[in-house]
């Protein structure tokens, strides 16, 4: 049988490799012709950046590169070394949410959920430079990023409810806060002790 | 030891702190007021029940439904953390790649995978000869294998699979395998397919029809078929061309299986419908069910195109047990494409007649589906194109003949809208041209001919509320129709379009719906007082554990983050048949209500024991469980709960649902039945741009009713977002197949999707009916909205141009040639000089007009009144309403096979049935 | 997917890109130049005419440099469509390209040089061993054109980049380097007529940078673009024209280019300059767009079928155009 095809083996050499993801240093050895979006999902290990399309037409892989969003399935990681990454994961604060993260939820932002990292990537990025974008901007900031769920309505409806929690200086609220319980489970009321004794079955 | 030193019970020691109550914290003491707002009037509430009341009435407790609620995971998605196919990653896994048909159609002489096996890194390599079993999401249509067995039938077919240390290696071996193929004639044309074959791509054996790839034929009359014709003043004449469309989610399909240690299989699979994978791969791999457990990871869009048990799952399990190790496969996007099973391509020849009355006296459709490789749903999807068109008009007759045929394309199935969307599309638009030709408003037409609440459509299916009046009203009024239809310069145009909808199919697949309920859940309460939820309903985006949770909430009074669900494993959640025919809400909110309702029971049987209150007089608050006669007694839920938790433990409790007994009895009759339906109906506003063609939707005014909305925020989404897939199919999706058969576009790039820019303006208008069997009230909200938008863009667009195109997508090209065309008619040289239409009404409006105004009327009587007679189909065409068509007057019995006459100039499809079935291959007739 | 491999070279300037290639071409070794990777990296996914070495200029930062009349080759697109400091005809042409997220990768240079596209070639490789490979990828078998059969020779793929109109019509030079020197010459100049070839680039030879006339400041233009949705999608026509309006309010200089309709982008000077001569406002408008329509060749390899391109041609030089259609003619 004739060899016709580009053979995919043997594998190019590694280089070492590092960049700061998400605030924490990296220090890797990835291979010369490595794409960054690989480099992310299967060493890095920061699952949140989706692969839709691999080829620039999903925006699912965005991630910021110093700042600037960028379509990690069409970067090579090597020139990617040496940057300040973000991917989805580095965008709450502790557990504080970014405020579009926040009214991703709110708004119906996100329904499958597997375009939203992209899409949380590059409106955090939008709203940093522009944070009152109009419908236009909002517009023009998403055009390379694919939603099938929402109709994009939704999404548009949560930039500029994040815009609004970010031009109000709120913050949004802690996840791990506790719920308010109505009925706190201790009683608080002085009791008898007689009527402590608790005998089962007797 | 002595019976005296036996331990009896416990005692407490005088003086001591009691047990601590069990219980979640926080600081607020009290619980807030029921929100009477969200208490139905029929329950001592202010909310108003123009609808009439509805059997969940008395459970509402204002906790959770009807608000705009986020979905219950949509905190794992925003940060990230959703795992879904691909993201499963397990110690030791390989990955395990596909080799695919490079030919249409081909049978395999040989394969020899000795040198695969022989590359180093490579672990284990399988072909179909280790898996002969057969299966297919249809117990019906078992046609598909893991790997081709003695032949490929489309490129991208299965033909081998590996598992290998790295990718890299694994996409080596693959070229190493050496396939012999003899290439076979393809059949690409789906009119091919009607054709007896030299070798027809499957074999049925003794119900194989002819030598033909005919899949599947169907042949349906209802009504009055030779009077239809007769009475008719308007016709309606088109044959309709759809592309085959993709689902085009985000999330390739990706699996991922695991041989526990215990010897079980673990399949992790974006799946929507993780019961028929479950089943097939007991099937394919021979072990029994309760040895497999199939977890279904997130979900990145489903759409119907993860709903079938794909192949490749299959392989993933193959090859995991052939190396004992866990297997990993992702596609890449063009594999996607390769399995497909999107919105099947067809040619449509759809007929309606309108007779002097205005009365919709007949529909003759004739569906020809091109359904691929594979059976898949298909068999469903032949019955869809016809029977899902029935309603919501009353019909004076209606004639269908459907056919699914074999091609060697990768297989279509079931997309959003499954089977109903091309043909409502077909339906809608010849509405439009009927009323263009009795000089009437679409609208007012539409209004005098639906049928009311409680009712049966000619095929005999029942429905229960009907909310598309007011949709039509309502989307009359908002798009300010009245004033614009008609009215608007060349090049802008508005347009309507209605859709119909199954809530939940009421023929579960795989077992006797009168036996077994179509859906269980599962409730567990434990010492926190969190509720859990066992359902096998699939999260797939559309938000069916926020709804389920939502149902649970509302009855116990809880706030929606005490409920957990537990939606994922096969080995914890009850059988359920998935998120398909948009029955979740339905089924599953149905059965989470009844397993809370014991639960409830069981809290108001304690709060009695407590505070001697009647059970009957007890009402549940948030949180709190009180007397409706004096609400300062009562106790609150941890209480309640503590009680009823003595000397037991845990509560649990389990719900079912199944629909009740329905249907009539001639062949195919089950298909289409559903406990309820949705109606929608949508206004699109359109531009052309008369010299390049191109269309682009302005805006969209969407009434869509969905019996009641649990959650209103996650109905919109999928209002909006079924437009936009919806409009993608009219303006620019296709599975594009080129000179040589191949699929052109088997990318993102050049499938079509509309972006961010093409997307309209859209008001959804939710319309709730109050269906008496929903729960609280609910139906469908996920594939109905889909329905209206095809034909209210194209009526739209002819509103803009005057011209009818009965083909999608409505490419630019194709628009601007139709353009051309007409101006040579006209001899017009500019296009920017054509006419634009117009609409003087005719004498038959104020009859249109009249007929509505009383069956408005007629309908809220029959909506309110616990006594109402039946009503069957047929009695707009005088026919006693209280009797079925068919009882009373013969020319109204049901055929289901065509007689001599009709095969002697039988239609497109139709001519499917000029085939004899065979007993074998190579037989007699 | 997986790229097929090759080693990645990083020079950081130009000196070093430049001894970098001229060591491989010593050693006879194959390699492309990566610029932005929105157009090389797709191929290479699809493992189109990959190469075992790779040379980024992503580090190259001389060639980053943007001025009005000076656009260096690794100018970001999102850049240019965003930048106050280049011709608004630029600016807006670039503003149309594919998405916002791809223009913040992809480069001038890159898009100039822009690998030219067809049905048959833009596929995996699994497809292309279905159809039997085509000529612009033949992988060793000497395939046919799968658009024009039987016709050995010459590769019809269509060249699908936006920029290159708008800089033809305004009359761009182009700069390339190799390790043997540099030299300049006219856009219109650079492209050559064939699919595979497509322009007068040699082997280890690559764009530096575009210049722009001085007097670009006084032309005015407009770019028309047909496509099917209003991102990502490659224009399948694109008409840029420029004009000169002098100080009377006459048309003193006209030039029309076409890109995205054959396998190279099309500057008709002469029928500009015909038109131009005794220029009569609408009418001219009309038998310009006449003739920029007769005079391209579209073939069946893009979305919309070839016919429609071309009668969209007329359209869209039109519209290019409407600005001068009460224009006349200077003395």
């Not at chain 1, 949380?120 to 099938?148: F, M, Q, T, W, Y």
Request: glycine share 8%; with cysteine.
């Amino acid at each position: 049988m004739v060899r016709i095809r580009v053979p995919m083996l043997p594998a190019p050499g590694e280089l070492p490799w590092s960049a700061s993801v998400n605030d924490t240093e990296v220090d890797i050895h990835v291979e010369s012709n490595a794409i960054l979006l690989d480099v992310l999902r299967d060493q890095v290990g920061t699952l949140g950046v989706k692969r839709g399309c691999d080829m620039g037409t999903c925006g699912c892989c965005s991630v910021l590169v110093d700042g600037e969003p960028r379509l990690s399935c069409l970067m090579l990681a090597h020139e990617a070394a040496g940057c300040a990454l973000t991917t989805v994961e580095g965008l709450a604060d502790g557990h504080h949410l970014h405020p579009i993260q926040e009214t991703f939820t709110t708004h119906g932002g996100s329904q499958c959920g597997f375009c939203t990292p992209g899409f949380l990537v590059v409106i955090s990025a939008l709203l940093e430079e522009n944070p009152e974008p109009n419908e236009a901007e909002i517009k023009a900031a998403i055009d390379g990023n694919l939603c099938r769920c929402t109709g994009y309505q939704q999404i548009v409806d949560s930039v500029r409810a994040a815009s609004m929690i970010i031009t109000s200086g709120k913050k949004t609220a802690d996840a791990t806060d506790p719920m308010p319980d109505p009925h706190p489970g201790m009683p608080t009321v002085e009791v008898e002790s007689e009527e402590l004794e608790v005998v089962p079955d007797e | 030891m002595s019976d005296d030193d036996e331990m009896v019970g416990y005692k407490q020691q005088p003086g001591k702190l009691p047990f601590a109550r069990p219980g979640s914290g926080g600081s607020e003491k009290f619980s807030e007021l029921r929100d009477e707002s969200r208490i139905p009037e029929s329950q001592g509430g202010t909310l108003a029940q123009p609808q009439g009341a509805n059997r969940h009435d008395s459970l509402i407790t204002g906790a959770a439904i009807g608000r705009r609620t986020p979905m219950v995971d949509s905190r794992w998605k925003v940060m990230g953390q959703a795992k879904y196919g691909d993201d499963i990653r397990l110690p030791g896994e390989l990955f395990g790649r596909i080799l695919r048909s490079p030919h249409h159609y081909a049978r395999i002489r040989s394969i020899d995978t000795s040198a695969a096996e022989a590359l180093p890194g490579v672990v284990a390599v399988s072909t179909g000869s280790e898996a002969p079993a057969c299966f297919g999401v249809l117990p019906v249509t078992k046609d598909e294998h893991a790997m081709a067995q003695e032949k490929v039938r489309h490129v991208g077919d299965l033909v081998a699979c590996v598992a290998a240390e790295d990718e890299l290696t694994a996409l080596e071996a693959l070229r190493l395998i050496e396939v012999d193929y003899e290439v076979l004639d393809a059949v690409h044309d789906m009119r091919d397919g009607l054709k007896d074959a030299e070798e027809p791509i499957h074999d049925r054996g003794k119900y194989h029809i002819g030598d033909s790839n005919v899949q599947k034929r169907v042949f349906q009359e209802f009504g009055d078929i030779s009077g239809m014709r007769d009475s008719a003043v308007a016709t309606h004449t088109s044959d309709w061309y759809f592309a085959g469309a993709n689902h085009g989610f985000t999330e390739p399909h990706a699996v991922a299986a695991h041989w526990e240690p215990n010897g079980r299989l673990t399949l992790y699979t974006p799946q929507q419908v993780p019961h028929y994978v479950h089943r097939a791969l007991a099937d394919v791999l021979d072990i029994p069910m309760h040895q497999i457990n199939v977890y279904r990871t997130a979900v990145g869009g489903g759409f119907g195109g993860k709903s079938d048990p794909f192949p490749h799952e299959m392989c993933a399990a193959i090859l995991a047990r052939k190396s004992g190790r866990p297997v990993r496969i992702t596609f890449d996007r063009d594999e996607v494409f390769y399995v497909n099973r999107g919105r099947h391509p067809s040619r449509l020849g759809m007929v309606i007649h309108a007779d002097s009355q205005g009365r919709l006296c007949g529909m003759e459709t004739d569906a020809l589906l091109d359904g691929g490789a594979f059976a898949s749903f298909g068999h469903v999807t032949t019955y869809y194109n016809g029977v899902l068109h029935t309603a919501p008009y009353e019909i004076g007759g209606f004639h269908y003949t459907g056919t699914r045929v074999w091609t060697n394309k990768p297989a279509s199935g079931a997309m959003r809208g499954h089977g109903a969307v091309n043909s409502r599309c077909a339906v809608e638009v010849g509405i439009d041209d009927v009323c263009e030709q009795l000089s009437v408003d679409p609208i007012d037409f539409r209004l005098a001919n639906l049928l009311p609440p409680m009712s049966r459509t000619i095929t005999g299916f029942r429905i229960t509320s009907i909310g598309m009046r007011e949709c039509l009203e309502r989307v009359r009024r908002a798009s300010d129709w009245d004033d614009r239809f008609r009215k608007l310069p060349l090049g802008h145009g508005l347009g309507i379009g209605c859709g119909f909808f199954i809530s939940g199919s009421a023929l579960p697949i795989h077992w006797e719906p009168n036996k077994f309920p179509h859906a269980t859940v599962h409730l567990k309460v434990d010492m926190d007082g969190g509720v859990t939820v066992h359902t096998g309903a699939a999260e797939i985006g559309q938000g069916s554990d926020t709804v389920v949770a939502l149902a649970v909430a509302e009855v116990l009074g809880l706030p929606l983050d005490m409920i957990r669900i537990r939606s994922r494993e096969s080995d914890t959640s009850p059988v359920d048949l998935g998120s398909y025919s948009s029955r979740v809400t339905f089924m599953n909110c149905n059965a989470a209500i009844s397993a809370a309702m014991e639960i409830r029971q069981e809290l108001l049987d304690a709060t009695s024991m407590i505070t001697g209150a009647p059970t009957e007089r007890l009402v549940i608050g948030d949180r709190r469980i009180f007397s409706k006669d004096d609400p300062a007694v009562g106790v609150s839920y941890l209480e309640a709960l503590q009680k009823a938790q003595e000397d037991r433990g845990a509560l649990a409790s389990s719900g079912a649902y199944r629909t009740p007994p329905m249907g009539r009895t001639h062949k195919g009759a089950a298909a289409g039945l559903a406990p309820a339906y949705s109606f929608s109906a949508y206004v699109a506003e359109v531009k052309v741009d008369v010299e390049t063609g191109q269309t682009s939707v302005l805006k969209v005014w969407a009434a869509h009713d969905c019996g009641k909305a649990l959650n209103p925020l996650a109905v919109e989404g999928q209002m909006i977002g079924s437009i936009h897939m919806g409009m993608g199919q009219v303006l620019s999706e296709e599975m594009r197949y080129g000179r040589s058969g191949n699929l052109l576009n088997a990318d993102l790039l050049d499938y079509k999707i509309p972006t961010v820019h093409e997307m309209p303006e859209v008001t959804p208008i939710i319309v709730e009916s109050n269906d008496p069997e929903g729960p609280f009230g609910a139906k469908e909200a996920g594939e109905g909205p889909l329905l209206p938008i095809l034909p209210a863009i194209c009526n739209a667009v002819y509103d803009a141009i005057g011209i009818r195109i009965h083909e999608l997508p409505l490419a630019p090209a194709l628009v601007h040639r139709e353009i051309e065309k007409r101006c040579k008619e006209l001899g017009i040289d500019d296009p920017l000089d054509l006419p634009s239409p117009d609409l003087e009404h005719s004498p038959l409006h104020h009859v249109l007009r009249e007929r509505a105004d009383e069956h408005s009327v007629r309908d809220l009587e029959r909506k309110l009144d616990g006594e109402r007679d039946q009503y069957h189909n047929g009695a707009l065409f005088g026919l006693d309403a209280t009797i079925p068509a068919d009882e009373q007057d013969d020319s109204w019995t049901a055929v289901v096979l065509p007689d001599e006459q009709y095969l002697e100039s039988p239609r497109l499809a139709g001519s499917a049935w000029l085939h004899v079935e065979r007993r074998h291959q190579g037989g007699d007739a | 997917m997986r790229m097929p491999p090759f080693e990645l070279h990083l020079p950081e300037s130009l000196d070093s890109a430049m001894t970098i290639a001229g060591e491989l071409a010593d050693e006879d070794c194959d390699f492309d130049w990566i610029a932005g990777g929105t157009d090389l990296l797709p191929n290479y996914k699809w493992h189109l005419n990959s190469k075992p070495h790779v040379i980024s200029l992503a580090k190259v930062s001389e060639l980053s440099t943007l001025e009005p009349t000076h656009i260096g080759a690794m100018v970001r697109l999102q850049a240019l469509a965003t930048s106050d400091s280049c011709h608004p005809l630029l600016r807006q042409t670039s503003g149309t390209i594919a998405s916002v997220m791809i223009r913040r990768s992809g480069t001038v240079g890159g898009n100039i040089c822009l690998d030219t596209r067809c049905f048959w070639f833009n596929q995996g490789e699994e497809w292309r061993r279905s159809i039997d490979w085509c000529i612009k990828c033949d992988c060793g078998t000497g395939a046919d054109c799968r658009v024009i059969s039987h016709q050995n020779e010459l590769c019809v793929a269509t060249y699908q980049a936006d920029l290159a109109a708008s800089l033809l019509a305004l009359d761009a030079t182009i700069h390339l380097a190799s390790p043997d020197g540099s030299r300049s010459l006219p856009l219109a100049e650079f492209f050559q007529e064939d699919g595979i070839t497509r322009n007068v680039l040699k082997d280890g030879e690559m764009v530096t940078h575009l210049t722009l006339p001085d007097d670009a400041e006084d032309w005015q233009g407009d770019y028309q673009k047909l496509r099917l949705r209003e991102s990502w999608d490659f224009p399948e026509a694109g008409i840029a024209a420029a004009w000169k309006i002098d100080g009377d309010g006459n048309l003193d200089g006209l030039r029309v280019a076409s890109t995205a309709l054959e396998s190279i982008p099309r500057l008709h000077q002469e029928l500009a300059d015909e038109a131009r001569e005794g220029w009569a406002g609408v009418e001219s408008v009309n038998s310009l767009a006449v003739a920029v329509q007769k005079a391209v060749k579209p073939v069946n390899n893009t979305w919309f079928p070839p016919s429609y391109r071309k009668k969209m041609v007329r359209v869209l030089t039109r519209r290019a155009l409407a600005p001068l259609e009460r224009v006349e003619a200077a003395n």
